[in-house]
Nanobody, 122 residues
């Protein structure tokens, strides 16, 4: 079975940066749509960014100019570079994989990591 594992979360001040990483195993990584989601307790999970196997990217509007999603199909890794962090970015971040031709975080994602916490202090 496919497994995803996030890392890189932490606590930073407003305006700081973090780089999240996700390692994938047990799947033909290059064939999967990959995405980052985040969730705050009491709220629904929301899509942050997605990237297709060929590198096409989709971003949630609030992070479009601040976050960059990338992938390495050789290393089977997914990254999220987060700059100019804001308190509202505080959440548990998850990486996810979907078998789909239309790579967007609105699609159904089959596999999920355990999550990594990001806390941004004002």
């Amino acid at each position: 079975l496919a497994q995803l594992a996030e890392s890189g979360g932490g606590s930073v001040q407003t305006g700081g940066s973090l780089r999240l990483s996700c390692s994938a195993s047990g799947l033909t990584y290059a064939n999967y749509c990959m995405a980052w989601f985040r969730q705050v307790p009491g709220k629904e999970r929301e899509g942050v960014a997605a990237i297709s196997g060929r590198g096409a990217r989709v971003y949630e509007d609030s992070v479009r100019e601040r976050f960059t999603i990338s992938r390495d199909n050789v290393k089977a890794t997914l990254d999220l570079q987060m700059d100019s962090l804001l308190p509202q970015d505080t959440a548990t971040y998850y990486c996810a994989a979907a078998w789909t031709y239309d790579c967007d975080f609105s699609r159904n994602f089959e596999f999920w990591g355990q999550g990594t916490q990001v806390t941004v202090s004002s």
